[in-house]
């Protein structure tokens, strides 16, 4: 059965702080792997999908790698906002998605 | 639509009744997952439909949870004799093919249901 960790569970940042948020899976036999935010009481937003064969995928002031040998992505935001404030998601797919537990990320203005 | 939308976006029952949760796809959408989020367990797989068939049931917690869905379209998760451990939101997602390659899904905002 799939894995899903992510790390750390909580960040609490200054406004323009970079942010790195790290997230790990066990069986490395995926499709690809989706970034999500989440806002509390919303749904899902996809940030980012990286598919398997790929290193890197960029969006804007997000980036996020994938290194699927050793079974770890990270997701950077550059130059964070107070907007950027809510839970992110990484998950895992071999047609059905497999999630961690996220990381809140607070902003401070 | 333009998005995956869900109905009701809030449902309250009481325990043992029954309820049924909808969910209407991305147009074009061959493939649709239901998804449940609880504060104990996580965001967890229920069931993936690719057309009208179910390959994946591997999630539904319990023979109380029952899904379909029609036309390949629109999806109904059904739960009989609510419990309170049944409390959850549940999220509904879509694809364009449920293989490998364009299978980014998109989700719903989800609906809460709270079991009294």
């Known amino acids: 059965k799939q894995e899903v960790t992510q790390i750390p569970a909580a960040l609490s940042v200054p406004e323009g702080e970079n942010l790195v948020l790290n997230c790990s899976f066990t069986?490395?036999?995926?499709?690809?792997l989706q970034w999500f935010r989440q806002d509390p009481g919303k749904g899902l937003t996809s940030l980012l999908l990286?598919?398997?064969?790929?290193r890197e995928q960029t969006s804007g002031r997000l980036n996020a790698s994938l290194d699927k040998s050793s079974g770890r992505s990270t997701l950077y935001i550059a130059a964070s906002q107070p907007g950027d404030s809510a839970t992110y998601l990484c998950?895992?797919?071999?047609?059905?998605?497999?999630f961690g537990a996220g990381t809140t990320v607070t902003v401070r203005a | 639509g333009a998005g995956v939308s869900q109905s009701p976006s809030n449902k309250v029952t009481e325990k043992g009744k029954d309820v049924e949760l909808r969910c209407d796809p991305i147009?074009?959408?061959?493939?649709l997952y239901w998804y449940r989020q609880s504060l104990g367990q996580g965001l967890e797989f229920l069931i993936y439909?690719?057309?009208?068939?179910?390959?994946?049931k591997s999630g539904l917690p319990s023979d109380r949870f029952s899904a379909e869905r029609t036309g390949g379209s629109v999806s109904t998760l059904t739960i009989q004799r609510t419990q309170q451990e049944d409390s959850a939101v549940y999220l509904c997602?879509?694809?364009?093919?449920?293989?490998?390659?364009?299978?980014?899904?998109?989700f719903g905002p989800g609906t809460r249901l709270t079991v009294l």
């Open positions: 997602a879509s694809s364009f093919s449920g293989g490998a390659g364009d299978n980014e899904q998109f």
């Open positions: 069986d490395s036999a995926i499709y690809n």
């Open positions: 990286i598919q398997s064969s790929q």
């Open positions: 998950a895992v797919n071999d047609y059905k998605l497999s």
């Open positions: 147009s074009g959408h061959t493939a």
């Open positions: 439909f690719q057309g009208n068939s179910a390959p994946d």
